[in-house]
């Protein structure tokens, strides 16, 4: 029953964003009419904001998308385009609420977003050197990524996030080579309802079931993960 159900949860996803990369495109334009995203465009804004006051992007991300490896600054070189375009839009509406990203998703157009996600999309994930990492905290963050937790009712992390964690496009995340601060914020925002625009609420649900040493162990294991950039 619960494989059906994230099954169904990852079809929603799956439709709803095959709809928006049909559909989305600036405000007022037909299907037919509307650019497509320019990368190009997404570099420059990365590199030197708007006119509309939005900072470049490479302030806190790097032109190359790498972050810095804070909980505040994710790795988004070569994730899915389209999860990063959600994820800009979520902040410019609030379903997805930071004090940072907020403001600077409102002040960029959709076009912009859309520009965006196809520059930091088409980037290749340039893998760190792997961290050092304790040998028992990576072997049960590898069983909790692989097998979940099933007396919890927790699926494997890779069911839906694809082998390793590489991600699945349109609009499933890379885990693998995501900092481990962030990814373990990202788990305990959603635990505590402040991160909420998950479909679903599939991983308000999950972290719900997983304790302090889970999401450790499973950020951790993550981070260490080189299968290189999403499909």
Same mark, same amino acid.
């Given at each position: 029953?619960? =494989?059906?159900?994230?099954?169904?949860?990852?079809?929603?996803? @799956? *439709?709803?964003?095959?709809?928006?990369?049909?559909?989305?495109? #600036?405000?007022?334009?037909?299907? /037919? @009419?509307?650019?497509?995203?320019?990368? +190009?465009?997404?570099?420059?804004?990365? +590199?030197?904001?708007?006119?509309?006051?939005?900072?470049?992007?490479?302030?806190?991300?790097?032109?190359?998308? /790498?972050?810095?490896?804070?909980? !505040?600054?994710?790795?988004?070189?070569?994730?899915? *385009?389209?999860?990063?375009?959600?994820?800009?839009?979520?902040?410019?509406?609030?379903?997805?609420?930071? #004090?940072?990203?907020? #403001?600077? !998703?409102?002040?960029?157009?959709?076009?912009?977003?859309?520009?965006?996600?196809?520059?930091?999309?088409?980037?290749?994930?340039?893998?760190?050197?792997?961290?050092?990492?304790?040998?028992?905290?990576?072997?049960?963050?590898?069983?909790?990524?692989?097998?979940?937790?099933? +007396?919890?009712?927790? &699926?494997?992390?890779?069911?839906?996030?694809?082998?390793?964690?590489?991600?699945?496009?349109?609009?499933?995340?890379?885990?693998?080579?995501?900092? !481990?601060?962030?990814?373990?914020?990202?788990?305990?925002?959603?635990? &505590?309802?402040?991160?909420?625009?998950?479909?679903?609420?599939?991983?308000?649900?999950?972290?719900?079931?997983?304790?302090?040493?889970?999401?450790?162990?499973?950020?951790?294991?993550?981070?260490? &993960?080189?299968?290189? =950039? !999403? #499909?």
């Amino acid at each position: 029953m619960r =494989r059906a159900w994230f099954a169904a949860a990852l079809a929603a996803l @799956a *439709a709803g964003a095959a709809l928006a990369q049909t559909a989305s495109g #600036p405000a007022g334009g037909s299907a /037919s @009419a509307r650019a497509a995203p320019d990368a +190009e465009r997404g570099r420059r804004i990365v +590199e030197n904001g708007t006119s509309s006051g939005a900072v470049p992007c490479a302030q806190c991300h790097g032109v190359d998308g /790498s972050g810095v490896g804070s909980d !505040a600054f994710p790795r988004i070189d070569g994730q899915p *385009a389209f999860y990063i375009f959600k994820q800009l839009n979520d902040y410019a509406s609030g379903a997805r609420d930071n #004090p940072i990203m907020g #403001p600077i !998703a409102q002040s960029l157009s959709e076009t912009e977003r859309q520009d965006l996600a196809a520059y930091f999309g088409s980037l290749p994930f340039v893998a760190s050197p792997p961290p050092t990492s304790d040998p028992q905290l990576s072997r049960t963050g590898r069983v909790i990524a692989t097998m979940g937790i099933p +007396e919890r009712g927790v &699926q494997g992390c890779v069911n839906c996030h694809g082998p390793d964690g590489a991600g699945i496009a349109p609009a499933t995340p890379r885990l693998a080579g995501q900092w !481990a601060s962030y990814t373990r914020a990202q788990l305990d925002a959603f635990r &505590q309802g402040t991160r909420n625009n998950d479909v679903a609420a599939v991983m308000r649900d999950l972290s719900r079931r997983m304790n302090e040493g889970d999401m450790a162990a499973a950020s951790a294991y993550f981070e260490a &993960q080189r299968p290189g =950039r !999403a #499909p």
